[in-house]
T-cell receptor
Framework: SQTIHQWPATLVQPVGSPLSLECTVE??????LYWYRQAAGRGLQLLFY??????ISSEVPQNLSASRPQDRQFILSSKKLLLSDSGFYLC???????????????FGQGTRLTVV | DAKTTQPTSMDCAEGRAANLPCNHS???????VYWYRQIHSQGPQYIIH???NNETNEMASLIITEDRKSSTLILPHATLRDTAVYYC????????????FGKGTRLHILP
């Protein structure tokens, strides 16, 4: 069966420090991968998505970047964190909808990031 | 932008059916409607999805109008554990395959 791992669960970082959040998927190949952010009391904002290794699409200009060095690994990074980067970060995966539209997305348990 | 609109919040008495509406008037013919819910501080959980026929599973029922411009998620016997934010999304089938969430409906189950 497929599983998604996201870590760490919580993180407190000072302003100006770097960030690296990692997400890995097991039990599938060539998944679509997604990073979302949820500010306190707000909805899910799509940050980045990837349909293949090295293929990253950004939805919102911001202080963050994403990379996909391996098929089932998706990394969210920042060189210098801002206070506004605080939030709940979620990774998700799905199979390609254009080929399999009848399947859902699966989410990790999230990382709660507090920038102080 | 999200292709769906939902009420911001709803209340439902415990034990009653919760009916959550969603408008998706610009949906394309081959796009599916998906419902997820997010309990506080957790990742979204898949509930159900459909194309044009009504669907039912162990969690909920999904009623899609004939013109597919709206749908209703039905939780037949709501419990306190169903208190969550419910998201209705339309799955795009383009090559980019984005999954965009709207603001969802915050459902409060009242004891």
């Amino acid at each position: 069966s497929q599983t998604i791992h996201q870590w760490p669960a919580t993180l407190v970082q000072p302003v100006g420090s770097p960030l690296s959040l990692e997400c890995t998927v097991e039990g599938t190949s060539n998944p679509n991968l997604y990073w979302y952010r949820q500010a306190a009391g707000r909805g899910l904002q799509l940050l980045f998505y990837s349909v293949g290794i090295g293929q990253i699409s950004s939805e919102v200009p911001q202080n963050l970047s994403a990379s996909r060095p391996q098929d089932r690994q998706f990394i969210l990074s920042s060189k210098k964190l801002l206070l506004s980067d605080s939030g709940f970060y979620l990774c998700a995966w799905s199979v390609r909808a254009s080929r399999f539209p009848n399947t859902e997305a699966f989410f990790g348990q999230g990382t709660r990031l507090t920038v102080v | 932008d999200a292709k769906t609109t939902q009420p911001t919040s709803m209340d439902c008495a415990e034990g009653r059916a919760a009916n959550l509406p969603c408008n998706h008037s610009t949906i394309s013919g081959n796009e599916y409607v998906y419902w997820y819910r997010q309990i506080h501080s957790q990742g979204p959980q898949y509930i159900i999805h459909g194309l044009k026929n009504n669907e039912t599973n162990e969690m909920a029922s999904l009623i899609i109008t004939e013109d597919r411009k709206s749908s209703t998620l039905i939780l037949p016997h709501a419990t306190l554990r169903d208190t969550a934010v419910y998201y209705c999304i339309v799955r795009t089938l383009n090559r980019d395959d984005k999954i965009i969430f709207g603001k969802g409906t915050r459902l409060h189950i009242l004891p």
